[in-house]
Antibody, heavy 122, light 107 residues
Framework: EVHLLESGGGLVQPGGSLRLSCAASGFTFTDYAMIWVRQAPGKGLEWVSTISVSGGRTYYPDSVKGRFTVSRDNSKNTQYLQMNSLRAEDTAVYYC???????????????WGQGTLVTVSS | DVQMTQSPSSLSAYVGDRVTITCRTSQSLTSHVNWYQQKTGKAPQLLIYAASSLQRGVPSRFSGGGSGTEFTLTISNLQPEDFATYYCQQTYSTPLTFGGGTKVEIK
């Protein structure tokens, strides 16, 4: 059974940093691209990042490019999201998701974790 | 960026009804659209991918259709567990974008 467990969320001040982790189990981690998606309180879904199987290719929307960095450790079946220069508008539940495809993925998110809340506030 | 416009934003229906949610896109996407269901306080779940392919384990009362700039999600014989918010998503180009959501409520 596929399981994705996010951790690392919490309260951080504007301008601060936070690193999220997503521990994966129940599938061959090295066969699939991985994704982060976020959801601000009461709002819709926003794609945050995609990382390829090898970790060599990463993709971001303009809203986080240059501030967020996704990485993965295939030996630990874990992906990470390093978030710097955080802003109030980054406040959201952050979901880790698995792509249906390998390499750089198919942008189809077939399994999701339960999410971790990040609150950016002074 | 590809804009995804869902309609309606909410609807009320009875158990047993057939409901259709529409997603209109700002450019032609061929069949590069997925649909997700999200229940309150839970993570989204994939229902349909590539416009009309049913994800493994999803009941057959869910179906997807359309191509180009208009896509639909249809739920036939609505069940109590189907009351949730539904999102479309395009996979055609980055940034990947979602529709604003359609909340399906009990009448």
């Amino acid at each position: 059974e596929v399981h994705l467990l996010e951790s690392g969320g919490g309260l951080v001040q504007p301008g601060g940093s936070l690193r999220l982790s997503c521990a994966a189990s129940g599938f061959t981690f090295t066969d699939y691209a991985m994704i982060w998606v976020r959801q601000a309180p009461g709002k819709g879904l926003e794609w945050v990042s995609t990382i390829s199987v090898s970790g060599g290719r990463t993709y971001y929307p303009d809203s986080v490019k240059g501030r967020f960095t996704v990485s993965r450790d295939n030996s630990k079946n874990t992906q990470y999201l390093q978030m710097n220069s955080l802003r109030a508008e980054d406040t959201a539940v952050y979901y880790c998701a698995k792509d249906l495809g390998g390499d750089t993925g198919r942008n189809i998110f077939d399994f999701w974790g339960q999410g971790t809340l990040v609150t950016v506030s002074s | 960026d590809v804009q995804m416009t869902q309609s309606p934003s909410s609807l009320s229906a009875y158990v047993g009804d057939r409901v259709t949610i529409t997603c209109r896109t700002s450019q032609s996407l061929t069949s590069h659209v997925n649909w997700y269901q999200q229940k309150t306080g839970k993570a989204p779940q994939l229902l349909i991918y590539a416009a009309s392919s049913l994800q493994r384990g999803v009941p057959s009362r869910f179906s997807g259709g359309g191509s180009g700039t208009e896509f639909t999600l249809t739920i036939s014989n609505l069940q109590p567990e189907d009351f949730a918010t539904y999102y479309c998503q395009q996979t055609y180009s980055t940034p990947l974008t979602f529709g604003g959501g359609t909340k399906v409520e009990i009448k």
